[in-house]
């Protein structure tokens, strides 16, 4: 392993200036931030030497708030002490009790009534926070969307944008024995905080909440506008809170009108002898493409040799066949990671670290051989950088005799960042022509044109482009310098962080005009517990160190987004 002094140099100044910090600041864990340049990588053949790798991971140095008083200090001092940690749990407890669930088939605000447990949950965190909801703005946002303003004392200043959603995903009633502890007890095992929502995304919710409370109660107050904006159906895809939240703030704001968006998105993982924190600054695209075939019905005791269902089995099992490359585009974050990692991770791979100096991620033909490589390390890093096919909903025939005229399936894509949509379908158009003229059969491609008999229909269904890549650029200040400043001041120098990127999608996708600075990320992290136990099913918890952290986080940026020179 490199030694820390080579890979992570820092001043005098620095070093007494974080001896200079609380406890939980100086000794709260490690990490460090390494950036990934990734929308500019074009590089040249041959091995770089050691200077040349680690300037492609340049590090930030931790970024203390300036503004200090004994109030400030006092605050920072009880986030660590065991009787925050007690009331914290409480209040998650207390936020996890309320079955915020979010179904598929709910109707509008107002008419469905289970969207009404929005309004209890809305009356917890108003007696729960009482600060917050005496010193900021509270506005309702078709009904049940929450939008907090802490008004800062210079406009000039583009607001700092913090998120969460109220809703959980549904707890099926066949799942609720399987659980260790009742999905909404909210039960604390002395370690780690029990139920739904505990880390999807309560837990971020409550955290701002507390973070902020703090602060107002600290006396401190913001020059930078704070903007907390929390949605109520992010789990079934936000149409109804995000959507309406983010218009809301586009209109107030403008195009480009907020500094920073930071919503719930990817944590810390440890890989190659490395552990990286991994805010998300990209997210895949998606598309649904609905395939129906129509082909003659008839008596099923004379079929013929082909009938709907066949021929969609065929057109399924081609699409399967012909599943899409692995491709690291030079803006997808993973590429940047591969940096970090060659620079700083001890157990990185030699073939990978070979590959990647020839790499500009464009090639010739279909063939990536550094993303190939990359693959290999299995399908949760494979479908980082590769766009994934699954048919997922199908349906055919309706009685046992009889045969089927018309079969539908569903085939949910998530596109690769670099790709679009139409890459998808213009690759599903000519599978569906190879079966459709074996079977002497017509498509209606995209097109909106009726069904037919004897044809394959191909539809849109749902589609979202892969999300604008966020900066990352460390030249001067920018918002992805002061959560990285941020991240290493409360956990130190030795966990490295990088971009990462999501494979499905936030609310933020609404908010996309609102900033180019976006981040998907879990602030909270417990060396103990990596990643996101139980998210979207069975024992859903969440350390409850991770979440202390979380608000230790909190308090820190939003200090250091209102003193950054940034616009």
Known sequence: MYEKEVLLPHSQTAASQASSRPLWVRFAGVAAICLGTFHTFRYHFGTPDKTETLAKCPQIEPLF????????SKMDDYIASSSFLNESTIRMAGAIQIPTQSYDDLGPVGEDERWDIMFEFAAYLQVTFPLVHSTLKLEKVNTHGLLYTWQGSDESLSPTVLM????????????IDQWTYPPFSGYFDGKNIWGRGSCDCKNNLIGILEAVELLVDAGFSPKRTLVLSFGFDEEISGGHGAAPLAKVLINRYGKDGAAVIVDEGAGTSTVWGSTFALPGVAEKGYIDVE????MPGGHSSIPPAHNGIGVMSELITLIEANPYEPHLHPENPYLGLLQCGAAHGPAFPSKLKKLLPSHSGETCSNKDKLAI???KAGDGVKYLFTTSVAPDVISGGVKNNALPERTRVLVNHRVNVGDRTLDVQEKIIKMAEQVAEKHNLTVHAFNDEPETPRSITLNSVGALEPAPVTPT????????????GTTRALYGETLLVAPGIMTGNTDTKFYWTLTPHIFRYGPGWDPEQ???DGIHTVDEHLSILAHIRGVQWYSLFIRN???ADLA
């Open 473 to 484: 650029s460390i030249d001067e200040a920018t918002p992805y310098s002061v959560l990285s």
């Open 373 to 375: 490589e990359a693959a």
């Open 291 to 294: 395939i129906i075939v129509r």
């Open 530 to 532: 990596e990643g996101i």
């Open 164 to 175: 969460a959603h109220q809703d959980v995903v549904p707890v099926a009633d066949s799942t």
């Open 561 to 563: 987004m209102d003193e």
């Open 65 to 72: 708030p300036s503004q200090e008083s004994p109030s400030l």
